[in-house]
């Protein structure tokens, strides 16, 4: 969970190197030789430059170099950095990369060695005045959106919103809006989750990411809590399938919004050291549209819903999820197209991380070490309409043992070693991943 850290457009950052390019540039310049000049009088012309420097960065969002980001209005850290300028352009992103090899490489399990580019983000906002503010994220993904081995990569508006910031309670914001849920959907860059990859619950029973087009209203009831409601258009219900809703995100693309979606979100947090949240979503998925074979179209809709929460010392960090999913006219589905959906999907994972870099490094170390465990459990088809029958291997467990390494807030090495168990006896081979990611 994001604490929710509004940034100060008064703060100015010392900038050394910018200062001593002030004095050169004053030096070879002044009409008043260095040398005639009182020191007094050439000392004050720097501070003014180095000042101004400041503050012009400040307003192009350009952080300290030792300056841990952080979330504002509900956004990821790099996600809000254009809440933190005076005026004008905000520029960010994120970046990550890893290489997956399995443990067992057979023809059984079909298993190889791959590697991916996965993403690269650009974070561009403008702050057109103190209450009216854009804000958008454009993603690349898997390197090129040429076709390689057969498969493609994507260009994409994860994001683009307007946001009236009217008062603490209530804001307005609109646009190709993230969808309030879990943990990642809102903060995915990489150095604030574990791991190479978002938990597997947060990317099949939470599609995240998920991003539809709507508006609503977001923020603070008290210090310690926030909320944030919208009203989206539905998933797309044709494109279901047997692992769930995925396949229906509309992503902002000519969307179909003959049924609409209705998302909430309410956040309690103390101070970043422990908070819980839940959300929930319902919406039709229909959209009065023919589905398969159907010679009349069916009522179809799902809902979502889930819990989190965090515990957080000095060097241990504790984060738990539990998620619901349901489909009402799946078996309609079924008897249109003959294909299986789930009617309800449901899971939980736990993830705890340690801090031992002042057991390694000694005390007062900046490079943060953190080995880290996660175990998940999830059903995909845990109820499956009457006449159908599940799929075991839908039924999974993963347990993931990892470490990462921050030689600097923003910028984290990721390995884990991947064991994977389902209900079925199709052969699933265990993983280990090497990668890394950074975000500005």
């Known amino acids: 969970m994001t604490t929710m850290t509004i940034l100060s457009p008064g703060v100015r950052r010392r900038t050394p190197m910018l200062a001593l390019l002030a004095a050169f540039v004053l030096t070879c310049f002044s009409p008043v030789s260095p040398a005639t000049a009182a020191d007094g009088d050439v000392q004050d012309q720097i501070d003014v430059l180095a000042e101004e420097i400041a503050r012009l960065r400040e307003e192009m969002a350009i952080p300290g170099t030792d300056e841990e980001l952080r979330g504002a209005y509900g956004m990821g850290p790099a996600a809000s950095k254009v809440y933190g300028v005076s005026q004008g352009i905000s520029i960010g992103g994120y970046g990550e990369f890893y290489f997956a090899s399995p443990i067992e490489e057979t023809d059984e399990t079909g298993a190889v060695n791959t590697a991916d580019f996965y993403r690269f983000i650009a974070y561009f906002g403008y702050k057109f005045t103190d209450d009216i503010i854009m804000n958008t994220e454009l993603e690349f993904e898997h390197g090129t959106t040429g076709t390689v081995n057969g498969r493609s990569g994507s260009v994409s508006v994860e994001f683009a919103y307007l946001d009236f910031l009217l008062n603490e309670r209530f804001n307005v914001r609109a646009g190709n809006l993230l969808l309030p849920v879990g943990f990642v959907n809102v903060m995915h860059e990489p150095p604030f989750y574990r791991g190479n990859f978002r938990p597997e619950i947060e990317r099949r029973i939470i599609p995240s990411t998920w991003r539809e087009l709507g508006a609503g209203a977001h923020g603070r009831l008290s210090d310690n809590v926030d909320y944030t409601a919208y009203l989206v258009n539905g998933l797309q219900g044709a494109e279901f399938g047997s692992?769930?809703?995925?396949?229906?995100?509309?992503?902002?693309?000519?969307?179909?919004?003959?049924?609409?979606?209705?998302?909430?979100?309410v956040r309690y947090d103390q101070d970043g050291r422990y908070g819980v949240a839940a959300s929930g979503y319902y919406g039709g998925a229909d959209h009065n549209q023919l589905i398969g074979d159907a010679t009349d179209s069916f009522d179809l809709t799902n809902w979502i819903a889930e819990a989190h929460g965090y515990l957080r010392g000095a060097n241990f960090d504790v984060r738990a999820l539990f998620a619901m999913s349901g489909i009402d006219g799946a078996d309609d589905f079924l008897t249109a197209t003959g294909s299986v959906i789930p009617e309800r999907q449901i899971g939980w994972y736990v993830d705890v991380a340690y801090d031992i870099s002042d057991v390694v490094l000694?005390?007062?170390?900046?490079?943060?070490?953190?080995?880290?465990?996660?175990?998940?459990?999830?059903?995909?088809?845990?109820?499956?309409?009457?006449?159908?029958?599940?799929?075991?291997?839908?039924?999974?467990q993963l347990l993931t043992l990892g470490l990462d390494v921050k030689p600097h807030p923003n910028v984290v090495l990721k390995g884990e070693y991947v064991h994977k168990s389902h209900d079925s006896d199709a052969a699933r081979s265990d993983e280990v991943r090497v990668g890394a990611g950074f975000v500005f």
């Open 362 to 396: 000694g005390p007062g170390a900046t490079t943060r070490i953190s080995p880290w465990v996660r175990y998940e459990d999830f059903d995909l088809q845990d109820e499956v309409p009457d006449g159908a029958t599940a799929d075991p291997s839908r039924a999974e």
């Open 243 to 265: 692992k769930g809703v995925r396949g229906g995100r509309q992503k902002g693309n000519r969307a179909l919004w003959e049924d609409i979606a209705g998302v909430v979100q």
